[in-house]
């Protein structure tokens, strides 16, 4: 079964710092991987996915296959950042989606 | 939003009594899930739906049952409530039909048992 790991459950920078979410994931296929936000008082919503190659509200994630990494990062974190981050890894099947245990960022003025 | 809406918003109720959250769609999409959200474990899927009538477990489906009768609802019920299913209940449905398709969600259900 796949498996992915959030290791940090708190993470708190200062506006300007640069911001880094560890997503690890376990499965034996090639999964495709996202990341969830939920800011408050809002729904959970999708963030970016690895195959767009994006970068969203500044943040960029990249795919490290030797790692089985899907880290994001964002070099200038601000206020608004502050929330809920989920890492996910959808299984080649296409139709569930793993979710991590979450990261609650802060960034703090 | 994808025009989910989820129902009820909040509940409580005692142990050992039948629960049904119901989650509605209005985007005809094929998918439906139901989460739930509790500190330290992240989303966690409980069951999800492929089509009408046609569920599947998830991690986590021990003391739920679902039921989708209509594309556009999809019903999860607590037979006997718990405490330990005192949590925040989300519904999704997928926005393409396989691979690389966004989920959306519901706002959440929050449910506590007494």
């Known amino acids: 079964a796949q498996r992915v790991t959030q290791p940090e459950k708190l993470l708190s920078v200062f506006k300007g710092a640069p911001v880094e979410l560890k997503c690890n994931y376990s499965y034996s296929g090639s999964p495709e991987l996202f990341w969830y936000v939920q800011y408050s008082r809002q729904r959970l919503q999708l963030l970016l996915r690895h195959i767009s190659r994006e970068s969203i509200k500044g943040f960029t994630a990249d795919l490290n296959k030797g790692e089985t990494s899907f880290h994001l990062k964002k070099p200038f974190a601000q206020e608004e950042d502050s929330a809920m981050y989920y890492c996910?890894?959808?299984?080649?099947?296409?139709?569930?989606?793993?979710f991590g245990e979450g990261t609650q960022l802060t960034v703090n003025p | 939003d994808a025009g989910i809406t989820q129902s009820p918003r909040h509940k409580v109720t005692e142990t050992g009594t039948p629960v049904t959250l119901r989650c509605h769609q209005t985007?005809?999409?094929?998918?439906m899930y139901w989460y739930r959200q509790d500190p330290g474990h992240g989303l966690r899927l409980i069951h999800y739906s492929y089509g009408v009538k046609d569920t599947d477990k998830g991690e986590v489906s021990d003391g739920y049952s679902v039921s989708r009768s209509k594309t556009e609802d999809f019903l999860l019920t607590l037979e006997s409530a718990t405490s330990s299913q005192t949590s925040v209940y989300f519904c999704?449905?997928?926005?393409?039909?396989?691979?690389?398709?966004?989920?959306?969600f519901g706002e959440g259900s929050r449910l506590t048992v007494l």
């Open positions: 996910a890894c959808q299984e080649t099947s296409g139709s569930r989606l793993t």
């Open positions: 985007e005809n999409h094929r998918y």
């Open positions: 999704a449905t997928l926005g393409t039909s396989g691979f690389n398709g966004e989920l959306f």
